[in-house]
């Protein structure tokens, strides 16, 4: 009976660790879908498909909302001088991006990645000239999310702090990370945000930071990481998360360093 029990804690403690472990392995997030490769784009839904279809993580994209309340999928605040939430969707709708795919609206690029249940949707709401329209865009965006049923796929990035604490307002459970590097791990930890998605430069004056994150119960997500070097540091930091314009050379390495 005796030999049993310690048989059966031996299992439970070796079941443990490598738990442990496997929960320790950094996953990747595709930078603006994968789209540095054939017949892609910078947030295409090509780019979108391309990640799921290398087994990332998580793909990440970029969304604003259109001053007639439509969210669309783009980098920047404007396109050609037209600033994304000061127009009209009409003015976007066709313009088309560098694979011959028109610009994505939010919609279009959800009902893509539901085809893709296994991959994390990293939706970065991108900041605006006033909370009040980031207001509006985490409403229109969450109700999206909430409406195709996605809650559970989608995870929230924005560098905006109004941003992050609304999505936490609108939905506690929801999984937020704040992009501007500016709060301790404390400071998220209080505020409901569930991590620290921060630029190279700062975890590379600081690797404390990791630490200090693990202490407090953050989860650590860096960005853009590009370089075999810089993924070997933060990976051997044991950082969670390696948001990347090149996820096949970040898996590979991961592969290596395991
Ligand atoms: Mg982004």
Not at 6 to 21: D, E, F, H, K, R
Request: hydrophobic share 40%.
């Amino acid at each position: 009976m005796k030999k049993t029990l310690v048989c059966i804690l031996a299992a439970a403690t070796v079941y443990g660790a490598m738990g442990q472990q496997a929960a320790h392995r950094t996953k990747v997030i595709a930078h603006r879908g994968y789209w540095d490769t054939e017949g892609s784009a910078q947030n295409s839904l090509a780019s979108l498909r391309k990640a799921a279809e290398i087994g990332c993580y998580g793909s990440e994209f970029d969304v604003h909302l259109t001053s007639d309340g439509v969210a669309i999928i783009n980098h920047d605040n404007d396109w050609a001088g037209a600033v994304i939430q000061h127009n009209t969707y009409s003015v976007f709708e066709k313009l088309t991006l560098a694979n011959g795919e028109t610009i994505p609206t939010l919609e279009q690029y959800l009902t893509e990645g539901a085809k893709y249940p296994r991959m994390k949707l990293i939706l970065e709401i991108k900041s605006a000239d006033s909370p009040e329209h980031e207001s509006r865009a985490v409403e229109a965006i969450m109700d999206m999310v909430e409406k195709m049923g996605l809650r559970e796929q989608v995870e929230y990035i924005a560098f905006s702090y109004h941003v992050c604490k609304e999505v936490v307002a609108r939905d506690p459970d929801a999984v937020v990370a704040y992009l501007n590097g500016d709060k301790t791990p404390e400071e998220l930890k209080a505020d409901g945000i569930r991590g620290l998605d921060y630029n190279l430069s700062i975890a590379r004056r600081d690797p404390g930071l990791f630490d200090a994150a693990r202490a407090a119960g953050i989860t650590t997500n860096i960005w853009t990481v590009n370089r075999e070097d810089d993924m070997r540091y933060i990976i051997e930091h044991g950082v969670d998360f390696i948001t990347t314009d090149n996820p096949e050379l970040a898996q590979k390495i991961i592969a290596e360093t395991e």
